[in-house]
Protein backbone atom coordinates (compact mmCIF):
# COMPACT_ATOMS: atom_id res chain seq x y z
CA UNK A 1 0.00 0.00 0.00
CA UNK A 2 0.98 3.35 -0.85
CA UNK A 3 0.25 6.80 0.41
CA UNK A 4 -0.02 9.90 -1.81
CA UNK A 5 0.16 13.43 -0.90
CA UNK A 6 -2.02 15.75 -2.95
CA UNK A 7 -1.06 19.73 -3.31
CA UNK A 8 -2.91 22.49 -1.27
CA UNK A 9 -2.94 25.87 -2.35
CA UNK A 10 -0.91 28.49 -0.81
CA UNK A 11 -2.58 29.96 2.60
CA UNK A 12 -2.30 31.98 5.97
CA UNK A 13 -3.57 29.95 9.04
CA UNK A 14 -4.35 32.09 11.79
CA UNK A 15 -4.38 30.52 15.32
CA UNK A 16 -6.49 32.83 17.77
CA UNK A 17 -5.15 31.02 20.79
CA UNK A 18 -1.42 30.36 19.32
CA UNK A 19 0.47 29.83 22.39
CA UNK A 20 -1.89 27.47 23.82
CA UNK A 21 -2.05 23.67 24.79
CA UNK A 22 -4.43 22.86 21.66
CA UNK A 23 -1.65 24.61 19.20
CA UNK A 24 1.31 23.27 20.79
CA UNK A 25 0.14 20.11 21.13
CA UNK A 26 -1.67 19.30 18.43
CA UNK A 27 -1.88 22.08 15.72
CA UNK A 28 1.79 22.43 15.25
CA UNK A 29 2.72 19.01 15.22
CA UNK A 30 0.12 18.43 12.29
CA UNK A 31 1.41 21.11 10.19
CA UNK A 32 5.45 19.94 10.65
CA UNK A 33 4.37 16.92 9.20
CA UNK A 34 2.45 17.91 6.48
CA UNK A 35 5.15 20.27 5.70
CA UNK A 36 7.83 17.52 6.15
CA UNK A 37 5.62 15.71 3.76
CA UNK A 38 5.89 18.64 1.11
CA UNK A 39 2.27 19.34 1.37
CA UNK A 40 1.95 23.04 2.38
CA UNK A 41 3.14 25.32 -0.30
CA UNK A 42 6.16 27.29 -0.21
CA UNK A 43 4.79 30.84 0.84
CA UNK A 44 1.74 29.52 2.78
CA UNK A 45 2.42 30.94 6.73
CA UNK A 46 1.50 30.14 9.94
CA UNK A 47 0.05 33.01 12.18
CA UNK A 48 -0.06 32.87 16.41
CA UNK A 49 -2.15 35.03 18.12
CA UNK A 50 -1.89 35.77 21.63
CA UNK A 51 -2.09 38.08 24.47
CA UNK A 52 1.65 37.27 25.74
CA UNK A 53 3.83 40.13 24.83
CA UNK A 54 6.65 38.35 23.16
CA UNK A 55 7.76 38.72 19.61
CA UNK A 56 8.25 35.70 16.24
CA UNK A 57 11.33 34.86 17.93
CA UNK A 58 10.51 34.10 21.61
CA UNK A 59 7.74 32.65 20.12
CA UNK A 60 9.22 30.37 17.53
CA UNK A 61 11.38 28.93 20.34
CA UNK A 62 8.63 28.06 22.45
CA UNK A 63 7.16 25.86 19.30
CA UNK A 64 10.69 24.09 18.90
CA UNK A 65 10.76 23.48 22.32
CA UNK A 66 7.15 21.84 21.97
CA UNK A 67 7.70 20.37 18.42
CA UNK A 68 10.41 17.98 20.15
CA UNK A 69 8.28 17.01 23.10
CA UNK A 70 5.38 16.13 21.05
CA UNK A 71 7.19 14.68 17.85
CA UNK A 72 8.96 11.33 18.01
CA UNK A 73 12.53 12.38 17.80
CA UNK A 74 13.21 10.76 14.22
CA UNK A 75 10.88 13.19 12.77
CA UNK A 76 12.92 16.15 14.10
CA UNK A 77 15.12 16.58 11.24
CA UNK A 78 16.92 19.93 11.84
CA UNK A 79 16.61 21.40 8.27
CA UNK A 80 12.69 20.77 8.08
CA UNK A 81 12.70 22.39 11.35
CA UNK A 82 14.28 25.39 10.43
CA UNK A 83 12.25 25.58 7.54
CA UNK A 84 9.17 24.99 9.05
CA UNK A 85 9.62 27.88 11.61
CA UNK A 86 10.39 29.98 9.33
CA UNK A 87 6.68 29.83 8.71
CA UNK A 88 5.72 31.15 11.95
CA UNK A 89 4.89 34.31 12.86
CA UNK A 90 3.88 35.47 16.10
CA UNK A 91 1.61 38.75 16.96
CA UNK A 92 -0.11 40.21 20.37
CA UNK A 93 -3.57 40.56 20.10
CA UNK A 94 -6.11 41.35 22.19
CA UNK A 95 -9.27 40.23 20.57
CA UNK A 96 -11.60 42.28 22.88
CA UNK A 97 -9.78 45.49 21.76
CA UNK A 98 -10.82 46.88 18.80
CA UNK A 99 -7.13 48.44 18.12
CA UNK A 100 -5.55 45.21 18.12
CA UNK A 101 -6.56 43.96 14.73
CA UNK A 102 -4.57 46.30 12.91
CA UNK A 103 -1.54 44.66 12.69
CA UNK A 104 -3.00 41.59 11.64
CA UNK A 105 -4.52 43.17 8.97
CA UNK A 106 -1.73 44.49 7.71
CA UNK A 107 0.35 41.17 7.75
CA UNK A 108 -3.16 39.57 5.63
CA UNK A 109 -2.88 41.72 3.34
CA UNK A 110 0.54 41.21 2.32
CA UNK A 111 -0.87 37.80 0.74
CA UNK A 112 -4.52 38.69 -0.30
CA UNK A 113 -4.49 35.66 -2.57
CA UNK A 114 -3.47 33.33 -0.17
CA UNK A 115 -6.76 31.07 1.04
CA UNK A 116 -7.37 32.52 4.71
CA UNK A 117 -8.07 30.25 7.58
CA UNK A 118 -8.90 31.54 11.14
CA UNK A 119 -8.60 28.79 13.80
CA UNK A 120 -10.33 29.39 17.16
CA UNK A 121 -7.92 27.56 19.97
CA UNK A 122 -9.52 29.36 22.60
CA UNK A 123 -13.01 29.02 24.58
CA UNK A 124 -16.04 29.19 23.16
CA UNK A 125 -16.90 32.79 24.79
CA UNK A 126 -14.83 33.88 22.14
CA UNK A 127 -16.13 32.30 19.44
CA UNK A 128 -18.25 35.19 18.69
CA UNK A 129 -16.05 37.99 19.84
CA UNK A 130 -13.26 36.72 17.48
CA UNK A 131 -15.89 36.68 14.08
CA UNK A 132 -17.11 40.07 15.15
CA UNK A 133 -13.77 41.27 15.36
CA UNK A 134 -12.40 39.73 12.07
CA UNK A 135 -16.16 41.66 10.18
CA UNK A 136 -15.25 44.88 11.32
CA UNK A 137 -11.94 44.85 9.45
CA UNK A 138 -13.28 43.04 6.61
CA UNK A 139 -11.05 40.11 7.24
CA UNK A 140 -14.00 37.76 6.85
CA UNK A 141 -14.69 38.24 3.43
CA UNK A 142 -13.50 36.04 0.10
CA UNK A 143 -12.00 33.04 0.83
CA UNK A 144 -11.95 33.23 4.34
CA UNK A 145 -13.02 30.10 6.33
CA UNK A 146 -13.26 29.79 10.64
CA UNK A 147 -12.25 26.75 12.35
CA UNK A 148 -14.20 26.32 16.08
CA UNK A 149 -13.43 23.66 18.21
CA UNK A 150 -15.66 21.83 20.67
CA UNK A 151 -17.43 22.54 22.95
CA UNK A 152 -20.31 23.82 20.69
CA UNK A 153 -22.66 25.01 22.81
CA UNK A 154 -23.40 23.59 26.98
CA UNK A 155 -27.06 22.70 26.02
CA UNK A 156 -28.95 22.83 22.77
CA UNK A 157 -29.85 26.74 23.54
CA UNK A 158 -26.27 27.92 23.60
CA UNK A 159 -25.55 25.81 20.59
CA UNK A 160 -28.05 27.91 18.74
CA UNK A 161 -26.94 31.29 20.00
CA UNK A 162 -23.57 29.78 18.92
CA UNK A 163 -24.57 29.19 15.55
CA UNK A 164 -26.02 32.75 15.33
CA UNK A 165 -23.17 34.67 16.42
CA UNK A 166 -20.60 32.65 14.17
CA UNK A 167 -22.93 32.17 11.61
CA UNK A 168 -24.09 35.87 11.35
CA UNK A 169 -20.12 36.61 10.29
CA UNK A 170 -19.45 33.43 8.18
CA UNK A 171 -22.05 31.72 6.03
CA UNK A 172 -22.30 27.72 6.35
CA UNK A 173 -20.23 26.96 3.80
CA UNK A 174 -17.07 28.52 5.30
CA UNK A 175 -17.75 27.47 8.74
CA UNK A 176 -15.82 24.43 10.28
CA UNK A 177 -17.20 22.64 13.19
CA UNK A 178 -13.97 20.01 14.19
CA UNK A 179 -14.11 16.77 15.36
CA UNK A 180 -11.21 15.03 15.56
CA UNK A 181 -12.78 11.70 15.93
CA UNK A 182 -13.71 12.37 12.14
CA UNK A 183 -10.03 12.17 10.78
CA UNK A 184 -8.92 9.37 12.35
CA UNK A 185 -8.14 7.08 9.54
CA UNK A 186 -9.89 4.19 11.25
CA UNK A 187 -13.34 6.48 11.28
CA UNK A 188 -13.23 7.05 7.15
CA UNK A 189 -12.10 3.18 6.75
CA UNK A 190 -15.91 2.70 8.03
CA UNK A 191 -17.38 4.63 5.56
CA UNK A 192 -15.51 2.76 3.10
CA UNK A 193 -15.81 -0.38 4.23
CA UNK A 194 -19.61 0.62 4.05
CA UNK A 195 -20.09 1.91 1.02
CA UNK A 196 -17.25 0.72 -1.51
CA UNK A 197 -17.65 -3.24 -0.86
CA UNK A 198 -20.70 -5.06 -2.00
CA UNK A 199 -19.90 -7.88 0.98
CA UNK A 200 -21.31 -5.26 4.43
CA UNK A 201 -23.77 -3.22 3.20
CA UNK A 202 -26.59 -5.40 2.05
CA UNK A 203 -26.55 -7.42 5.35
CA UNK A 204 -25.95 -3.79 7.53
CA UNK A 205 -29.08 -4.09 9.22
CA UNK A 206 -31.96 -4.90 11.41
CA UNK A 207 -32.26 -8.52 9.67
CA UNK A 208 -28.73 -9.25 10.20
CA UNK A 209 -27.00 -7.73 13.08
CA UNK A 210 -28.11 -8.13 16.53
CA UNK A 211 -26.95 -5.05 18.25
CA UNK A 212 -23.96 -2.42 17.98
CA UNK A 213 -21.71 -0.91 20.99
CA UNK A 214 -19.26 1.67 20.78
CA UNK A 215 -16.71 2.24 23.27
CA UNK A 216 -14.52 5.01 24.59
CA UNK A 217 -12.28 4.17 27.16
CA UNK A 218 -9.55 6.00 28.91
CA UNK A 219 -6.89 5.06 31.66
CA UNK A 220 -6.93 8.14 32.75
CA UNK A 221 -8.36 10.56 35.26
CA UNK A 222 -9.29 14.22 34.21
CA UNK A 223 -5.96 15.73 35.85
CA UNK A 224 -4.97 19.14 35.32
CA UNK A 225 -8.69 19.10 33.09
CA UNK A 226 -10.39 19.05 36.34
CA UNK A 227 -12.11 22.81 36.65
CA UNK A 228 -13.30 22.44 33.02
CA UNK A 229 -14.37 18.99 33.14
CA UNK A 230 -16.63 19.28 36.12
CA UNK A 231 -18.57 22.13 34.16
CA UNK A 232 -19.31 19.66 31.40
CA UNK A 233 -18.70 15.79 32.27
CA UNK A 234 -18.52 12.74 30.13
CA UNK A 235 -21.92 13.06 28.60
CA UNK A 236 -20.88 17.03 27.10
CA UNK A 237 -17.53 16.02 26.74
CA UNK A 238 -17.99 13.07 24.51
CA UNK A 239 -20.79 11.25 24.26
CA UNK A 240 -22.70 14.55 22.33
CA UNK A 241 -19.90 15.12 19.59
CA UNK A 242 -17.44 11.98 19.28
CA UNK A 243 -19.47 9.03 20.49
CA UNK A 244 -23.03 10.65 18.55
CA UNK A 245 -20.83 11.06 15.29
CA UNK A 246 -19.79 7.53 15.03
CA UNK A 247 -22.98 6.34 15.85
CA UNK A 248 -24.33 8.45 12.05
CA UNK A 249 -21.43 6.78 10.57
CA UNK A 250 -22.82 3.58 11.53
CA UNK A 251 -26.43 3.92 10.94
CA UNK A 252 -26.49 6.56 8.21
CA UNK A 253 -27.95 5.81 4.59
CA UNK A 254 -25.91 5.69 1.73
CA UNK A 255 -25.38 9.06 0.61
CA UNK A 256 -26.18 9.78 -3.23
CA UNK A 257 -22.15 11.19 -3.27
CA UNK A 258 -19.69 11.32 -1.09
CA UNK A 259 -19.65 15.50 -0.55
CA UNK A 260 -19.86 17.18 2.11
CA UNK A 261 -23.49 17.94 2.53
CA UNK A 262 -24.74 14.38 1.23
CA UNK A 263 -22.87 13.16 3.89
CA UNK A 264 -24.46 15.34 6.68
CA UNK A 265 -27.31 14.75 5.43
CA UNK A 266 -27.94 11.28 5.87
CA UNK A 267 -26.03 11.81 9.24
CA UNK A 268 -28.41 14.46 10.70
CA UNK A 269 -31.52 12.08 9.90
CA UNK A 270 -29.77 9.55 12.35
CA UNK A 271 -29.73 11.93 15.03
CA UNK A 272 -33.97 12.68 14.35
CA UNK A 273 -34.72 8.92 14.14
CA UNK A 274 -33.22 9.04 17.36
CA UNK A 275 -35.91 7.40 20.11
CA UNK A 276 -36.04 10.27 22.97
CA UNK A 277 -34.95 8.83 26.42
CA UNK A 278 -36.97 10.87 28.96
CA UNK A 279 -37.95 11.08 32.62
CA UNK A 280 -37.95 7.88 34.35
CA UNK A 281 -36.20 6.12 31.14
CA UNK A 282 -33.50 7.53 32.27
CA UNK A 283 -32.80 4.77 35.30
CA UNK A 284 -33.37 2.15 32.90
CA UNK A 285 -31.67 2.89 29.64
CA UNK A 286 -28.37 5.17 30.79
CA UNK A 287 -25.88 4.88 33.31
CA UNK A 288 -24.08 7.58 34.81
CA UNK A 289 -20.90 7.44 37.30
CA UNK A 290 -17.43 9.15 39.44
CA UNK A 291 -14.56 6.76 39.49
CA UNK A 292 -13.46 7.05 43.21
CA UNK A 293 -10.31 6.74 44.85
CA UNK A 294 -7.68 4.17 43.98
CA UNK A 295 -4.98 2.79 46.25
CA UNK A 296 -2.84 4.82 44.41
CA UNK A 297 -4.59 7.54 42.88
CA UNK A 298 -7.07 9.91 43.80
CA UNK A 299 -11.16 10.00 43.31
CA UNK A 300 -12.83 12.71 40.54
CA UNK A 301 -13.54 15.25 43.38
CA UNK A 302 -10.16 15.25 44.52
CA UNK A 303 -8.83 16.13 41.03
CA UNK A 304 -12.13 18.16 40.21
CA UNK A 305 -11.14 19.81 43.73
CA UNK A 306 -14.91 19.79 44.39
CA UNK A 307 -15.85 17.58 47.16
CA UNK A 308 -19.70 17.72 46.20
CA UNK A 309 -19.35 17.28 42.90
CA UNK A 310 -22.19 14.70 40.87
CA UNK A 311 -20.26 15.37 37.42
CA UNK A 312 -20.45 11.98 35.08
CA UNK A 313 -17.00 10.65 34.33
CA UNK A 314 -18.45 7.66 33.17
CA UNK A 315 -21.64 7.46 31.02
CA UNK A 316 -23.70 4.56 28.95
CA UNK A 317 -26.89 4.91 27.15
CA UNK A 318 -29.32 2.18 25.18
CA UNK A 319 -29.98 4.15 22.25
CA UNK A 320 -32.41 3.10 19.60
CA UNK A 321 -33.02 4.59 15.93
CA UNK A 322 -37.01 4.35 15.25
CA UNK A 323 -36.57 3.92 11.49
CA UNK A 324 -36.80 0.63 8.89
CA UNK A 325 -32.96 -0.14 8.89
CA UNK A 326 -32.62 -0.06 12.83
CA UNK A 327 -35.56 -1.20 13.96
CA UNK A 328 -35.20 -3.61 17.14
CA UNK A 329 -31.22 -3.00 17.14
CA UNK A 330 -29.79 -1.14 20.41
CA UNK A 331 -27.05 0.83 19.95
CA UNK A 332 -25.02 0.49 23.55
CA UNK A 333 -22.36 3.78 24.07
CA UNK A 334 -20.03 4.10 26.95
CA UNK A 335 -16.82 6.25 27.70
CA UNK A 336 -15.48 6.76 30.57
CA UNK A 337 -12.03 8.03 32.46
CA UNK A 338 -9.87 5.91 34.75
CA UNK A 339 -11.15 2.06 33.28
CA UNK A 340 -8.94 -0.55 32.89
CA UNK A 341 -7.07 0.41 29.04
CA UNK A 342 -7.13 3.17 26.97
CA UNK A 343 -9.53 1.69 23.99
CA UNK A 344 -11.82 2.93 21.16
CA UNK A 345 -14.06 0.74 19.41
CA UNK A 346 -16.70 -0.08 17.48
CA UNK A 347 -18.07 -3.53 17.26
CA UNK A 348 -20.88 -4.71 14.89
CA UNK A 349 -22.31 -7.86 16.93
CA UNK A 350 -24.30 -10.10 13.96
CA UNK A 351 -27.04 -12.49 14.79
CA UNK A 352 -26.51 -16.18 15.54
CA UNK A 353 -27.05 -18.50 12.90
CA UNK A 354 -31.10 -19.45 12.81
CA UNK A 355 -30.25 -23.04 13.16
CA UNK A 356 -26.49 -25.02 14.03
CA UNK A 357 -26.42 -27.82 12.07
CA UNK A 358 -23.58 -28.59 14.08
CA UNK A 359 -25.15 -29.33 17.20
CA UNK A 360 -25.15 -33.14 17.04
CA UNK A 361 -21.46 -33.20 16.42
CA UNK A 362 -19.59 -31.09 18.40
CA UNK A 363 -20.02 -29.22 21.86
CA UNK A 364 -18.45 -26.24 21.02
CA UNK A 365 -20.94 -23.37 21.23
CA UNK A 366 -21.40 -21.08 17.90
CA UNK A 367 -20.82 -17.61 18.98
CA UNK A 368 -21.82 -14.81 17.22
CA UNK A 369 -19.50 -12.79 14.43
CA UNK A 370 -18.57 -9.56 15.34
CA UNK A 371 -16.53 -6.98 12.98
CA UNK A 372 -14.73 -4.53 15.32
CA UNK A 373 -13.72 -1.75 13.88
CA UNK A 374 -10.99 -0.37 16.47
CA UNK A 375 -9.67 3.85 16.74
CA UNK A 376 -6.81 2.97 19.37
CA UNK A 377 -5.05 1.44 20.35
CA UNK A 378 -3.34 -0.40 17.22
CA UNK A 379 -6.02 1.28 14.51
CA UNK A 380 -7.52 -1.89 12.59
CA UNK A 381 -10.31 -3.59 11.54
CA UNK A 382 -10.79 -7.14 12.89
CA UNK A 383 -13.78 -9.64 11.68
CA UNK A 384 -14.62 -12.66 13.82
CA UNK A 385 -15.79 -15.83 12.53
CA UNK A 386 -16.12 -19.47 13.52
CA UNK A 387 -13.81 -22.10 11.94
CA UNK A 388 -12.63 -25.66 12.44
CA UNK A 389 -9.84 -26.82 14.33
CA UNK A 390 -7.81 -28.95 11.23
CA UNK A 391 -6.68 -32.93 12.05
CA UNK A 392 -8.68 -35.68 12.25
CA UNK A 393 -10.77 -37.29 15.10
CA UNK A 394 -14.06 -34.74 15.49
CA UNK A 395 -15.11 -31.63 14.30
CA UNK A 396 -14.34 -28.94 17.04
CA UNK A 397 -14.56 -25.58 16.18
CA UNK A 398 -13.37 -22.59 17.49
CA UNK A 399 -13.80 -18.36 16.80
CA UNK A 400 -11.17 -17.16 14.54
CA UNK A 401 -9.89 -13.36 14.71
CA UNK A 402 -9.45 -12.22 11.06
CA UNK A 403 -7.01 -8.91 11.94
CA UNK A 404 -6.18 -6.12 9.30
CA UNK A 405 -3.84 -3.37 10.98
CA UNK A 406 -3.54 -0.35 8.90
CA UNK A 407 0.35 -0.61 9.82
CA UNK A 408 0.74 -3.95 8.38
CA UNK A 409 2.95 -4.18 5.28
CA UNK A 410 4.07 -0.78 6.04
CA UNK A 411 7.63 0.41 6.00
CA UNK A 412 9.32 0.32 9.83
CA UNK A 413 9.38 4.48 9.31
CA UNK A 414 5.63 4.53 8.86
CA UNK A 415 3.46 6.46 10.97
CA UNK A 416 -0.27 6.52 10.99
CA UNK A 417 -1.18 10.07 10.29
CA UNK A 418 -2.83 12.28 13.03
CA UNK A 419 -6.51 13.65 12.71
CA UNK A 420 -5.34 17.08 12.40
CA UNK A 421 -3.26 16.52 9.83
CA UNK A 422 -6.77 15.77 7.38
CA UNK A 423 -8.65 18.02 8.92
CA UNK A 424 -6.33 21.19 8.65
CA UNK A 425 -5.48 19.89 5.02
CA UNK A 426 -9.12 19.23 4.36
CA UNK A 427 -9.81 23.29 5.63
CA UNK A 428 -7.63 24.20 3.23
CA UNK A 429 -8.90 22.30 0.45
CA UNK A 430 -12.52 23.78 1.04
CA UNK A 431 -13.89 20.23 1.84
CA UNK A 432 -16.60 19.92 4.84
CA UNK A 433 -17.50 16.55 4.35
CA UNK A 434 -15.30 15.63 7.85
CA UNK A 435 -16.66 18.52 9.83
CA UNK A 436 -20.18 18.72 11.47
CA UNK A 437 -22.49 21.11 9.74
CA UNK A 438 -24.66 23.41 12.45
CA UNK A 439 -28.26 21.79 12.51
CA UNK A 440 -26.23 18.33 13.50
CA UNK A 441 -24.96 20.09 16.57
CA UNK A 442 -27.92 21.13 17.38
CA UNK A 443 -30.13 18.11 16.62
CA UNK A 444 -27.08 16.38 19.00
CA UNK A 445 -28.15 19.01 21.79
CA UNK A 446 -31.66 17.94 21.19
CA UNK A 447 -31.45 14.46 22.05
CA UNK A 448 -28.81 14.61 24.49
CA UNK A 449 -30.66 17.24 26.58
CA UNK A 450 -33.54 15.71 27.78
CA UNK A 451 -31.38 12.93 28.94
CA UNK A 452 -29.54 15.45 31.37
CA UNK A 453 -32.55 16.95 32.48
CA UNK A 454 -34.08 13.59 33.77
CA UNK A 455 -30.16 12.96 36.01
CA UNK A 456 -30.59 16.28 36.95
CA UNK A 457 -35.07 15.81 37.96
CA UNK A 458 -34.28 12.55 39.33
CA UNK A 459 -31.68 13.84 41.45
CA UNK A 460 -29.63 10.30 41.90
CA UNK A 461 -26.08 10.98 42.68
CA UNK A 462 -23.26 8.96 39.61
CA UNK A 463 -22.87 5.64 40.61
CA UNK A 464 -19.36 4.87 42.47
CA UNK A 465 -16.57 2.84 40.79
CA UNK A 466 -13.10 1.71 41.10
CA UNK A 467 -10.14 2.69 38.94
CA UNK A 468 -9.05 0.36 36.41
CA UNK A 469 -11.77 -1.32 36.34
CA UNK A 470 -14.29 -1.56 33.33
CA UNK A 471 -17.29 0.37 35.26
CA UNK A 472 -20.14 0.64 36.95
CA UNK A 473 -22.15 -2.52 38.09
CA UNK A 474 -25.07 -0.79 36.56
CA UNK A 475 -23.54 -0.79 32.96
CA UNK A 476 -23.17 -4.15 33.08
CA UNK A 477 -26.89 -4.72 34.40
CA UNK A 478 -28.09 -2.27 32.02
CA UNK A 479 -27.11 -5.20 29.31
CA UNK A 480 -27.35 -8.35 31.03
CA UNK A 481 -30.97 -7.23 31.28
CA UNK A 482 -31.57 -7.59 27.59
CA UNK A 483 -29.35 -11.28 27.68
CA UNK A 484 -26.08 -9.41 26.37
CA UNK A 485 -22.74 -8.21 27.56
CA UNK A 486 -20.29 -5.44 27.21
CA UNK A 487 -17.31 -6.53 25.28
CA UNK A 488 -14.03 -6.42 26.80
CA UNK A 489 -11.63 -3.00 27.30
CA UNK A 490 -8.88 -4.35 25.89
CA UNK A 491 -4.77 -3.55 27.87
Not at 216 to 232: C, T
Not at 305 to 316: I, K, R, W
Not at 410 to 423: N, Q, T
Amino acid sequence: MTSRTIPVAEFDLVIFGGTGDLAMRKLLPGLYRRDAAGQIPAHSRIIALARTEQDTAAFCDQARASLHEHLDQSECDAALMERFLGRLQYLFNDVTNAESWDQLVTVLDQQPEHVRVYYMAVGPSLFGVIARGLAGVGLHEGNARLVVEKPLGHDLASARSLNAEIGAVFSEDRLYRIDHYLGKETVQNLMALRFANALFEPIWNSNCIDHVQITAAESLGVGSRGSYYDRAGAMRDMVQNHLMQLLCLIAMEPPYTFEADAVRDEKLKVLRALKPIQGRDALLKTVRAQYRAGEDSPSYREEAQNPDSTTDSYVAIKAEIENWRWAGVPFYLRTGKKLRARFTEIAIVFKEPTHSVFAKVTATPVVPNVLSIRLQPDEGLQLQIMTKDPGPGGFRMHDTQLDMQFSAGRSDDWRMPDAYERLLMDVVRGNQTLFMRGDEVEAAWGWIDPIIDAWESIGQEPEAYEPGSRGPMTAMEMLARDGRRWREIEK
